[in-house]
């Protein structure tokens, strides 16, 4: 059987030799357009005149749109219906598409687009949180979930800390930009290769622009280089502007961002910044809290609202909060519509009450550990039910024995005594070490997108063509799938051809996000499979007179008891000459799901998935330089689909993590200019900075609660929280620099110079 | 504009082409010769995606005109396998895992074969300073370094 074996990535071949084929790698007949768009250079205001006449004459040029020239919806967002292709005239963020360029070539088209004169009524961009809170600028009333009642508990608590932390975005830096090909076929007919998450929502977007039904546009999407959430929405522009090009001149259109571009024009993680007040008791314990989440959303809503949500469900993480009160505030500013990112607002909710947490143990002057020890949830095997602050039972924990188990194989407690002592010993390297713990929900919380459909054939020659509703970015969810495939059938995984993701094929799909990717097209792949594999089975019994249990499908052949052995290839030839359906379609939804967002309660989550990670870095005192030194996982991902493909996820998923909690700092300048918009100035891990010794395992004893496919979790985004552990030890460390009175209170990422900054106040404390 | 003929050779074969001046190698290289191996990924010689060898010495292709090529020896992950046979570090990323969505997977096997010939024996903090100019966003690198040393160690015990 396949599943579970740390099969290679089912393109790994190509990957290798260069010969995988992205978007822009494949080859486009000679009359291929090609796009850009011209950029607003202001953030906010009106435009007052557009002189596009030098833009028109430059070399290459066929022509320029703008917004009048668009034959149906301007409108490429998510949701909301408040994201125009080309500004009405309103200008919300620096770097809005203005117009659009058409020209022979990609680089004469970028070249056209920085020649528009356009004059612009500017106003006072509104960037931050607080210029958005004095404005009133909101995209719908804070939120807020409450459970008992946090304020009496924090009153008569024992001990009370107050705080807030400053969270920053974070871009996604996929590695392959975004990209689209319009081919227009006949009969207003439109074939889109977009490099998305979601091919079902470009081919709405399209057809809406368009002004055609959905049949008429039909998307595919073999791969991507990456997406990280950021090709959930974020490539609707590119495709909907070459499909209205191809639609107007009846030639293939390709647009591609250069990195700039891409930076400057699409959206990020959330920027957030949580203030909070916890209650507690003289061990520890967390009587009561209180948090205000403060979300930057960006110029257009986007998947906001659902991210600001999930950054609440995420408010607790592995801690059981009796008392606890969470507002949400989903603010609009004159910056990029910031959009998914792995984590989805998750990893934003969970680095606050690890912030809260890590304060009470300075405040307590206790390991951090031993504070986080006393306010889990209590184990699955304990019968007590305890609920989340959005009042759903958590019946799943395993975070108790996870972190005794990596505390101990991590040597925490022997290696928490050896920082004490080398931080005694040394004045200006300091070190710190932390373990942190994750929880992280999985469903789409907007219910009705936990579904999905996958279409299997077999071919008359044994051979199976596999196609399911979810794409391939990297995570290797096409190998799972077929996995899963191959398993029904007894074949190897090569008798399984991978088919690129296609509308027509199968329809209304949800995005490949929120983790979710092989729980449901892994089902939905399997609910087909049997179907065909019951057929098979029925038409064999006719032919042999044996029973169900006397066939079996394993080893590329069929076994039939009391019988001869047959191929697969021959039993699907004479299942077809015996006119055997031999196509199935498959369906999935995830069961008993429903919550209610605006009171905050119910089961938004089909179950959790559980990790943990500590830490050892050392920081220079004199410059803010930092390592990290070591660090050991051990990720819960219940019975492993792929064990390399998930110890890869893992890996990756903190490293990516630990970037946006260290390096990865995003910076406008005061007229709402993204000042980093390079790999040259934004600074994503590079191999270097990989720890030092990295000890990754997936846990043995894990095993979903619920009935997902083989009884795996979902592996996307858990592991990307993993990288608190880094930011924590990095807190620590800096504790380690003065006299221990204050609490460093570190905002997020904590840059070398954020981290000098902190050592300077420890530092100006201890001289005081 | 004018376009240059340059003649040069690529993995080996010798390569006829004409590109205008301020063409980049990366471009002739995907766009004219339709080898797409090499990705652009920054364009400004940042991410380490289009890494190909120019006369033995590892470049960014991003930051090299074409007309640079002229009389010169390119190498690119195209060239790596020979014969159908991939070349060891292309297998050992195969076997370990080492590679996600592949976009930068070109450019780091292109820098390790750079490397190996350069220091057949690299320690891990080698391999990990070495290609610190590859970016890659999926893998967190670890099964990278691996794969590296892995292969270094194949190809040593095969010399």
Not at chain 1, 422 to 430: C, F
């Amino acid at each position: 059987m396949s599943v579970s074996k740390p099969l290679p990535h089912d393109a790994a071949c190509l990957h290798v030799t260069g010969a995988a084929r992205y978007i822009d790698d494949l080859a486009t007949p000679a009359d291929t357009l090609h796009l850009a768009f011209g950029l607003s250079t202001i953030a906010r205001g009106r435009i007052e005149a557009m002189d596009l006449d030098p833009v028109r004459a430059a070399d290459g040029v066929l022509e320029v749109l703008t917004s009048l020239d668009l034959p149906a919806d301007n409108d490429v967002s998510a949701a909301a219906h408040d994201e125009p292709l080309l500004s009405d005239g309103t200008i919300h963020y620096m770097g809005q598409p203005v117009f659009l360029v058409v020209a022979t070539s990609h680089m004469a088209a970028r070249k056209a687009a920085r020649l528009a004169r356009i004059d612009y009524s500017e106003q006072t961009p509104i960037l931050s949180i607080d210029d958005a809170l004095a404005a009133g600028q909101a995209f719908e009333p804070p939120l807020e979930f409450v459970k008992g009642d946090p304020e009496a508990a924090i009153a008569c608590a024992a001990h009370v800390i107050e705080g807030q932390i400053e969270i920053g975005g974070q871009e996604h830096f996929y590695l392959e930009g975004h990209v689209a090909l319009a081919l227009p076929q006949e009969g207003g007919d439109m074939l889109i290769h977009s490099s998305s998450q979601h091919p079902s929502e470009i081919q709405h977007k399209v057809a809406g622009a368009l002004g055609q039904p959905f049949n008429s546009v039909r998307v595919e999407v073999r791969r991507m280089g990456g997406g990280f959430g950021g090709k959930e929405s974020q490539g609707n522009a590119l495709a909907v502007a070459t499909a209205i090009v191809a639609q107007q001149t009846g030639k293939p259109v390709k647009m591609r961002y250069d990195r700039d571009d891409d930076m400057i024009i699409t959206g990020k993680r959330h920027e957030f910044r949580i203030d909070y007040i916890a209650g507690f008791s003289d061990e520890g314990r967390i009587t009561g809290v209180s948090f205000t989440q403060y979300c930057r959303g960006g110029w257009a809503q986007d998947l906001t609202l659902a991210i600001a949500d999930r950054a609440m469900l995420h408010a607790d993480n592995a801690y059981h909060l009796e008392n606890a009160r969470i507002t949400s505030h989903r603010l609009r500013t004159n910056t990029v519509s910031n959009t998914a990112y792995r984590g989805f607002g998750g990893p934003q909710g969970l680095l606050g009450i690890e912030r809260v947490i890590d304060h009470i143990a300075h405040e307590l002057g206790k390991d951090p550990k031993q504070v986080r020890d006393v306010n889990y949830y209590r184990p699955m095997s304990d019968a007590a039910k305890e609920t989340t602050p959005y009042h759903m039972e958590v019946t799943d924990c395993v975070i108790n024995e996870m972190v005794a188990t990596l505390a101990k194989t991590a040597d925490y407690t022997e290696r928490r005594r050896a920082v004490a002592k080398w931080n005694a010993e040394n004045k200006i390297l300091k070190r710190g070490i932390a373990l942190t713990p994750v929880k992280f929900g999985i469903s789409f919380t907007l219910t009705f997108l936990n579904q999905a459909g996958a279409l299997v054939h077999i071919y008359s020659d044994g051979s199976v063509h596999l196609n399911h509703g979810g794409t391939e970015m990297g995570q290797g969810l096409f190998t799972k799938v077929a996995q899963v495939a191959a398993s029904a059938f007894g074949l190897p995984l090569t008798a399984i051809k991978i088919t690129a993701t296609d509308t027509a094929k199968v329809p209304n799909t949800s995005a490949t996000a929120a983790s979710s990717g092989s729980d449901l097209n892994g089902m939905a792949v399997k609910a087909a499979c049997d179907q065909l594999r019951n057929r098979l089975i029925r038409f064999l019994k006719g032919e042999y007179a044996v029973k169900s249990q006397d066939i079996r499908f394993e080893d590329g052949q069929v076994r039939i008891s009391g019988h001869e052995t047959l191929s697969f290839a021959e039993v699907a030839s004479r299942a077809y000459q015996n006119r055997v359906s031999l196509s199935a379609t498959g369906f999935y939804a995830t069961p008993d799901v429903a919550w209610d967002r605006l009171k905050g309660s119910g089961r938004p989550f089909y179950y959790f998935a559980y990790g943990a990670a500590v830490s050892e870095v050392v920081i220079d005192t004199l410059t803010g330089e930092n390592r990290i030194l070591r660090t050991d996982i051990l990720h819960d991902v219940g019975r492993s689909l792929n064990p390399a493909l998930d110890l890869g996820q893992v890996e990756g998923g903190f490293v990516q993590g630990t970037g946006w909690l260290t390096t990865e700092e995003l910076v406008w300048d005061d007229k709402g200019r993204l000042l980093t918009h390079a790999p040259s100035t934004y600074k994503i891990p590079a191999c270097s900075d990989r720890p030092a010794e990295f000890n990754v395992h997936l846990w043995d004893k894990g095993l979903n609660q619920e009935k997902t496919i083989y009884r795996s979790k979902a592996v996307g985004e858990p592991p990307f929280m993993l990288g608190t552990s880094v930011f924590m030890a990095i807190s620590d460390a800096i504790s380690a620099c003065g006299d221990g009175r204050s609490y460093p209170a570190l905002d997020a990422p904590a840059t070398p110079e954020r981290i000098l900054f902190a050592i300077k106040a420890q530092q100006g404390r201890e001289g005081a | 504009m004018s376009k240059t003929h340059v003649t040069t050779t690529i993995n080996g074969t010798r390569t006829e082409f004409l590109c205008e001046a301020n063409e980049t190698l990366l471009t002739v290289l995907r766009d004219r010769l339709h080898l797409t191996g090499a990705k652009e990924g920054c364009g400004s010689g940042d991410c380490g995606a289009c890494s190909v060898t120019l006369n033995g010495r590892l470049v960014a292709s991003c930051l090299v005109l074409g007309v640079e090529a002229e009389g010169a020896e390119i190498t690119t992950v195209e060239g790596m396998a020979e014969g159908g046979e991939l070349h060891p570090l292309q297998q050992k990323f195969l076997d370990l895992a080492a590679l996600q969505c592949g976009v930068c997977t070109p450019g780091i096997l292109v820098a390790a074969k750079a490397l190996l010939e350069k220091n057949p024996d690299p320690s891990e903090q080698e391999v990990r300073y070495w290609l610190a100019g590859n970016l890659c966003r999926c893998t967190g690198y670890d099964k990278i370094i691996k794969a590296v040393l892995a292969a270094a160690a194949d190809l040593r015990g095969a010399a």
